[in-house]
């Protein structure tokens, strides 16, 4: 695959990003959430994660909670009527109006369609992958902890909280959720492969499609993600390593 060329003018970085959708892609445990909240505090673009608002539902066992509950539980994805409600009416909100930050969605080529029928062109979309071997993302799952609260990850051995087992941001005890028990991720990995892993080939033929290393530090990881996005849009079937 060719290298994409990245500018490095850091003056470009407005112009570029003006009305762009960003659409983070990547298995459970690459560290989509992580990268999408960086860059969300770069570029002042809202992080819109459909798991979280999901999550956040079924804690409050909403009527969307208890309908996605059994699906989450099962490591199974929600059905696109219920996500795609979901993201419709966050983009439709007036911090979305300059870009925004997509963690979670599009899962499936419905998705994506959905996606760009209710983005009618107003935002151009850049999406990017983050590659990470299965085995790789299944240590990192079992380290895993999360604050429930700001929703900051961690990572036992790579990347503990200063706080010990409260979350360094906001002091809210971790939790270890339960969808990244080992046989659960194994589930969310086979319906990765097999549900969203043709999003890339979808973003390919589109010309919108850019892939990083993710098994790399965050830092560096980060690096090659902003420089994508001064870029504005990757070479076709571009990659960073």
Partial sequence: MNRSSVSRNPQSNNGDLRKMAIVLLGPPGA????????????YNFPRISTGD??????????????????????????????VDAIVKARVARKDCASGFIL?????TIHQAEFLERILSGKHKILAIGIRVRNDVLLDRLAGRWTCPKC???????????SGGSSCDECDSPLVHRKDDSASIVEERLL?????????????????CYAEVDGERPVDKIYRSLTGLLRAGKPNRHSTVA
């Fill in 31 to 42: 560290g989509k959430g992580t990268q999408a909240r960086k860059l969300g505090a770069r």
């Fill in 53 to 82: 608002i999901l999550r956040e539902a079924v804690k409050n066992e909403t009527v969307l909670g208890k309908k996605a509950r059994r699906y989450m539980e099962a490591g199974d994805l929600v059905p696109d009527v219920l």
């Fill in 103 to 107: 963690d979670g969605y599009p899962r």
């Fill in 151 to 161: 929703a900051k990850i961690f990572n036992a051995d790579s990347r503990p909280s």
């Fill in 191 to 207: 319906v990765y492969h097999k549900e969203t892993e043709p999003l890339i080939q979808y973003y390919q033929s589109r010309g």
